[in-house]
């Protein structure tokens, strides 16, 4: 038998464009400041950690999880205020709720779109499912739409689904509700608003639910203080909403997710306040950027702020922040409109000043 190598069997099977790809990194984190994943820096109070663990003392792991999660599909209706003739489903997160939506819109020939740079995971699923991703440039001054070329490239690639982030990540802008209005008008598949900032702004798309046939908004619990539970949920037209959920994996929302989820959010009045505190500690942050030289903050509308460094200077800022116990997001080098420039996650008071002085210290 013809002896096979290993490199010889991956290059036959394994796709050239998964090949072509880099695992999703996450940095470790141990003994640094983390203001890297846009997570919510505050935790919960002993009190309720033991009410919590309480709760969970009474769940059979044994047995699967209820495969529709009622309980926490009608807590989340509550807590975010989905419209009541909007149809729900659940996912690991949104990015099984993208996936699940490029499942059942994909195929040959299928375009994924979005704009750029925006959500990375858009671009890395559409490749994974073997679609077309098409990324449509914001523009350079201010990371804001540009309708004439974001109409334009409907017209020419007709995507099957277009993933907008509203507030855009990484950039922490919001887009014209008007221009997001003309992409609806004028797509001819399937629009998702990505709200996953959705804790730290006023503007949503949910209230629109059922004026545009073709209007989905996605939620997720993560950036609102439950990143661990891995929850997210799609809000729609009951007809797309069904489509989409024979794509779901039996029972993808485990129960201690389920139970745990039900848990926080009965106690949602306190998730309110670590989100006023956030965007509290946000225009702070922000203020005390514009006085650093050398640093040019963007306006945000989420829970972090992008920071534009002067020419060549972000990774080694990246390098001295970590040095100093402090861990951002180094976005240089991922997208040309981000060149020179650094993430940093709104943390609490205390480590929002131990990032300024780092900075500082670095520059």
Not at 49 to 72: F, K, T
Not at 76 to 82: N, V
Not at 172 to 188: I, T
């Amino acid at each position: 038998m013809k002896e096979k190598s290993m490199e010889g069997l991956i290059e036959r099977w394994v796709r050239p464009e998964i090949r072509a790809l880099s695992a999703y990194h996450v940095p470790e984190a141990e003994g640094l400041i983390k203001l890297d994943a846009m997570e919510n820096p505050y935790n919960w109070s002993a009190e309720l950690r033991d009410q919590w663990l309480q709760r969970l003392r009474g769940v059979d792991v044994n047995r699967y999880p209820h495969p529709q999660a009622p309980g926490v599909t009608a807590a989340l209706r509550r807590a975010m205020g989905i419209p009541g003739d909007a149809e729900m489903i659940l996912g690991n997160g949104s990015d099984e709720l993208i996936q699940m939506i490029a499942i059942t819109l994909g195929g040959s020939g299928r375009v994924l779109l979005s704009v750029e740079p925006s959500f990375v995971m858009y671009r890395m699923i559409a490749t994974f499912l073997g679609m077309e991703y098409v990324g449509v440039p914001l523009r350079r001054r201010d990371f804001s739409l540009d309708p004439d070329l974001l109409l334009a490239a409907l017209r020419k690639h007709e995507p099957a689904v277009i993933f907008l982030a509203c507030p855009n990540n990484p950039t922490g802008n919001l887009f014209r509700e008007a221009e997001l209005r003309q992409v609806l008008e004028a797509a001819p598949g399937l629009v998702v608003i990505d709200e996953a900032y959705a804790p730290f702004t006023d503007a949503s798309f949910l209230p629109l639910l059922g004026r545009y046939d073709n209007l989905l908004v996605m939620r997720t619990v993560s950036k609102m203080g439950l990143a661990g539970l891995r929850l997210g949920l799609l809000a729609g037209p009951g007809a797309w909403i069904g489509e989409i959920d024979k794509t779901r994996l039996p029972y993808n929302i485990n129960i201690l997710t389920q139970v745990s989820a039900e848990f926080a959010l009965e106690h949602k009045a306190l998730f309110d306040r670590q989100t006023r505190a956030i965007r509290g500690q946000r225009q702070t942050l922000f203020g005390a950027l514009q006085g650093i030289d050398g640093v040019e903050p963007c306006p945000s509308e989420a829970n972090f702020i992008l920071l534009r460094l002067v020419a060549g200077a972000a990774p080694a800022v990246h390098a001295g922040l970590r040095e100093r116990g402090v861990l951002v997001k180094n976005l240089h080098g991922t997208h040309p409109l981000l060149e020179g420039c650094l993430r940093v996650t709104v943390g609490t008071s205390q480590e929002n000043a131990a990032f300024l002085a780092a900075l500082k210290a670095t520059l």
